[in-house]
């Protein structure tokens, strides 16, 4: 436990230090800011935009971490061989694979909570400005809830990141298997919708169609599921017990691909 | 034992079914607790292989390897080792203090002391002004420096260096050689293998010689010291009085059709000579060589050896 | 030497630079005030390829759409056909990405029904509407209001009137409307109403400004209706044509249409205008 507690702040300080993670936080800031500027554009619904905006970037900022920095951070340890500073001492495969893994989510989790905060900050100072008859649908409560979802698809995302990882050490391969995830993941409740309609309507369905809707979509992670942002935006509350299926979904797959990462890094030679 | 390896085979699949290499075949030795034990032999010989599966990274083909009765499969085996690899690399964003904490921390180093741990080790590897700094400033001996400190701060009893001096200035190599000798003066067990001779020659209680993955010889210090008759004199005429003298002196005799070789060491070579003046020896020729270990060295590779060497 | 040298290369640059870019904005700009029909993205591509920035699309395409009429407006320059076709499916997609959009239903109902007369796409979308936002009153009021005042179809009107009357924030007014509607027909007063609580929801100017000329000339032509009810009653017949309110001194002079067109009788003793401001485009 320590140990692995130790690598989590190792990891996290290397990362933390990264240039790109400077350059993500800027692009996010001037993001945040420009929202500022859009007061004036929107009719009624100003509320519902600035979420829009405000938890897009915070989404955005941390695709782009976990997609460059934290591949990076995974692909460099064993191209540039310091894995070996890490695996000369007493750790097992299985505790080092933990304690990148807790190291990239504390590092998402830090970076994207100075950008809540920060948001926080600009919708505050913009609602108390501007008459909250535009403000009507807004509730700081959805605001956080949605930023909470969205934190727990980066404990997914990072997940499968550390998986591809184990697998493959470039970083280019990472990114694309990941990016696929990600595209999927975020799709397949849709493809799913779509393919169950169609099959209402033409009542035909091809043996595919059918395999796909069945079985293959649990494969995926649906990333869509924590995407409750549009919710948030008009001032829907997501109820306890969905949460907390969600947050159990997120953490149950996340395990299942720790664990089989683990597995693989157990049999991988480091030359 | 601190280590002991039995009947290692190590066999690499070069890309998606290609040739078989044997990077190491039928290695057995054992290593004592407080010895200090060189490996040396040309490049691509499998020494960093062999090291390497002592220390957990690549699984032996065939065979057995245990640390302190451990495996290198259980991490605790690596409790009590400290390891530095060939040109190392660490976590350029941090800094060499950072690191000897985690260092001290994942080995179990009490948390009190490992302040005064860390600023001792700097201080004696020379890099006080530059613990604070990020290691991407680091100059190479810098960085192998700090590798050692990073392999040394939790006072293991076994330590691996995989080419210690590779990237040492002449003062950093003093200062390793001070630093292994200073080791072993407190009784740890110390792993290496090098090119240079030379300092595997001072250092090492024990010599393997490994060439193209197999091991050659295992030679003690003594072997070393017999070989190290360093001297080489060619003499005729040698009666048994005589060579009653000499050979009291501790050089050794070869006796040959036409003359008697003499091996012995420089310092007895004084005592020798003043025998073979007052006997009336005659000494034909006077060989010095200064590279014994070099000679077995090559001699253990032999030619055809070489040759395959080259073309691998 | 060399600084100098690099200088001038320098400043070279930057006037050719400045050149094409100064040239490059005017063709733009030339291009973009051509009627030219955007083309737009199909919602069924938009739609996935949002992944989960769904809410920020819709925000984006609402904001082309505004700014789309704006430039209209301030240039006042006419609207095509396609150009409202292409409109409408923006605000299709726009509603595909954000169902609970309230400022895409709005625009609807503001542009379609009332700036170009598409009240069949208007009433489309905001049935659409009317799924995911079922306690928003507004909604089935328009849907109502389109039916009665532009469609002349009393009996949905009745139906939508009714259903927007059950939801919280409806005034009794539209109970009231939906009662009357069986029994008395068509009145400008009605419109008037409409209008006036939509500039209520509306801060943008130029919109504003439409809306304020609209009621303007609703409430003339209301207020020449009334006269010419007054007329029929103390005459027992309605007036042939204006000038007989001016002639009988019901009236000091025929109001002028702020559209330009002139206003006339018809023979039920109704009101309307030649410029037919139902149909002119905004």
Redesign the interface.
């Known amino acids: 436990m320590k140990r692995i507690q130790a690598l989590a702040i190792l990891t996290f300080k290397e990362g933390i230090r990264d240039r790109a993670l400077y350059g993500i936080t800027i692009m996010a800031v001037m993001m945040l800011l420009a929202t500022i500027l859009l007061t004036n ?5 100003l509320g ?2 600035m ?3 405000c ?2 970037t915070i ?2 900022a941390g695709l782009l971490l976990t997609f460059f920095v934290n591949i990076n951070l995974m692909a460099k340890d064993i191209d540039k061989r310091t894995v070996y500073s890490v695996l000369s001492k007493p750790f097992s495969r299985t505790e080092y694979i933990m304690g990148k893994y807790f190291g990239l989510i504390l590092l998402v989790f830090v970076s994207l909570f100075l950008l809540v905060v920060f948001s926080t900050g600009i919708i505050f100072i913009i609602k108390s400005a501007d008459a909250s008859l535009y403000f009507k649908d807004f509730s700081w409560i959805c605001y956080f809830q949605a930023f909470a979802f969205q934190l727990m698809m980066f404990v997914l995302l990072n997940a499968v990141i550390i998986f591809f990882s184990s697998i493959t050490s470039s970083s280019f391969l990472t990114l694309i298997f990941s990016l696929s995830v990600y ?1 999927t993941g ?2 397949i409740e ?2 799913v919708s779509f393919f169950k309609k169609e099959a209402l309507v033409y009542n035909i369905t091809s043996p595919v169609n059918q395999f796909v809707v069945e079985y293959l979509q649990y494969v995926f992670p649906n ?2 599921a ?2 409750i ?2 919710f948030a ?2 001032g ?1 509350l997501i109820s306890i017990s969905h949460t907390l299926s969600l947050f159990g979904y997120s953490i149950v797959y996340s395990a299942l691909l720790l664990f089989f990462a683990s597995l693989i890094f157990n049999k991988r030679e480091l030359k | 034992m601190s280590i002991i390896c039995n009947h290692i085979d190590k066999t690499f699949k070069t890309g998606l079914g290609g040739k078989t290499v044997h990077a190491v075949t039928d290695v057995s030795f054992e290593v004592s607790p407080g010895e200090v034990f060189g490996i040396v032999g040309p490049n691509g010989a499998g020494k960093s292989t062999l090291l390497k599966m002592f220390m957990g990274f690549l699984r032996p083909s065939s065979g057995e390897i245990t640390l302190f009765g451990k495996s290198p499969s259980d991490p605790l085996s690596r409790m009590n080792l400290g390891y530095l690899s060939e040109n190392p690399c660490f976590y350029e964003h941090l800094s060499a203090i950072e690191l000897m904490q985690f260092s001290a921390r994942v080995s179990g180093v009490d948390s009190k002391k490992t302040k005064n741990k860390i600023s001792r080790l700097l201080k004696l590897m020379n890099l006080e002004h530059a613990g604070k700094r990020k290691l991407r400033g680091y100059s190479k001996g810098m960085v192998q420096r700090a590798g050692i400190c990073f392999a040394l701060i939790h006072d293991p009893d076994l330590i691996v260096l995989d080419e210690p001096m590779s990237g040492l200035d002449p003062i950093g190599r003093k200062l390793l050689v001070d630093l292994v000798l200073d080791l072993k003066s407190k009784g740890k067990t110390i792993l290496f293998c090098s090119h240079i001779l030379n300092d595997v020659e001072r250092l090492c209680d024990r010599i393997a010689i490994m060439c193209n993955g197999g091991l050659k010889y295992i030679l003690s210090h003594e072997n070393l010291i017999e070989q190290g008759k360093q001297v080489t004199l060619s003499v005729s005429n040698l009666t048994r009085e005589g060579s009653e003298k000499i050979g009291s002196t501790g050089a050794i005799l070869k006796v040959e059709e036409n003359q008697t070789i003499i091996f012995c060491s420089q310092k007895q070579l004084k005592n020798i000579m003043n025998i073979t003046a007052a006997y009336g020896i005659k000494t034909s020729n006077i060989d010095v060589s200064s590279n014994t270990l070099e000679q077995l060295f090559l001699d253990a590779i032999s030619v055809d050896v070489v040759e395959e060497v080259c073309h691998v | 030497m060399k600084a100098g040298k690099s200088l001038l290369v320098f400043i070279f640059l930057l006037g050719v630079f400045v050149f094409f870019s100064g040239s490059l904005e005017k063709k733009r700009e030339r291009l973009l005030m051509s009627n030219f029909v955007e083309y737009t993205i199909p919602s069924k591509l938009i ?2 390829a949002s ?6 699309s ?2 984006f395409l ?2 082309k759409f ?1 700014t789309y009429i704006g430039g209209k407006v301030a240039q006042k320059s006419n609207i095509s056909d396609e150009q409202w076709t292409s409109l409408v499916s923006t605000l299709e997609t726009i509603t595909d990405l ?1 169902p ?4 895409a239903y ?1 625009f609807s109902e503001m542009f379609l029904a009332w700036g170009a007369g598409r009240i069949k796409e208007a009433n489309q979308l905001l049935l659409k509407g009317t799924r995911y936002l079922p306690e928003n009153y507004r909604l089935f009021y328009y849907l109502g209001f389109n039916y009665y005042y532009f469609l002349k179809d009393n009996k949905s009107a009745s139906r939508y009137f009714m259903e927007a009357a059950k939801l919280p924030g409806c005034s009794s007014y539209v109970a009231r409307l939906a009662a009357r509607l069986s029994v008395y027909s068509f009145q400008h007063r009605d419109g008037i109403v409409f209008l006036q609580d939509m500039l209520k ?4 100017k130029s919109v504003r400004d439409q809306f304020e000329m609209r009621i303007l000339t609703l409430e003339k032509m209301e207020f020449l209706e009334k006269k010419i009810d007054k007329y029929e009653r103390i005459y027992r017949t309605y007036p042939n044509s204006l000038n007989d309110l001016v002639v009988s001194g019901l009236i000091d002079k025929i109001p002028e249409d702020p559209y330009g067109g002139k206003f006339m009788i018809m023979q039920n003793g109704r009101v309307y205008t030649t410029s037919n401001m139902l149909t002119k485009t905004e």
């Open positions: 554009l929107f009719g009624h619904e519902k935009v979420v829009d905006l938890l897009s989404a955005f595209v975020q799709s849709e493809v990333l869509s924590f995407d942002k549009m935006s008009h829907k | 739609v996935p992944l989960e920035f769904k809410g920020l819709s925000d609402l904001f505004m954000d609970y959009f309230w400022d709005l929801n509306t801060k943008d």
